[in-house]
């Protein structure tokens, strides 16, 4: 298992243990995590499971690609540590990852 860390915007941290292979956003809503709501069922077409990851973490993800992007200039708070977390997957190199979810999703 693969521990991922979900920051809730009021400080509240969530540690889950997510199988690999499995997206920070399918893991998130199967643990009810506040702040991710998923709408699009994980298929990058909408910016429901937008999360800020912890800047130690950005440069192990992969890169974004441009639909990934696109989706993301629909956020409200959209900084350098944005992502969409649907489009995370579990892996053994992110164990411990470091997410934060926005205060509300737009």
Do not use: F
């Not at 941290?13 to 709408?39: F, T």
């Not at 699009?40 to 499971?49: D, E, H, I, K, L």
């Not at 440069?59 to 629909?74: C, F, H, N, W």
Request: aromatic fraction near 2%; hydrophobic fraction near 35%; proline fraction near 5%.
């Amino acid at each position: 298992m693969i521990k991922v860390n979900y920051i809730e915007n009021d400080g509240t941290k969530r540690e889950i243990g997510v199988e690999e292979g499995v997206s920070l956003m399918d893991a998130a809503l199967d643990n009810m995590v506040p702040g991710i709501d998923g709408d699009c069922g994980g298929v990058c077409a909408c910016a429901t499971c937008h999360v800020h990851v912890d800047p130690t973490w950005i440069d192990k993800l992969a890169p974004m690609d441009a639909t990934e992007d696109a989706m993301l200039e629909l956020t409200d708070d959209r900084n350098e540590s944005s992502r969409l977390c649907c489009q995370i997957k579990a892996t053994p190199e992110l164990d411990g990852i470091i997410v934060h979810t926005p205060e509300g999703q737009h």
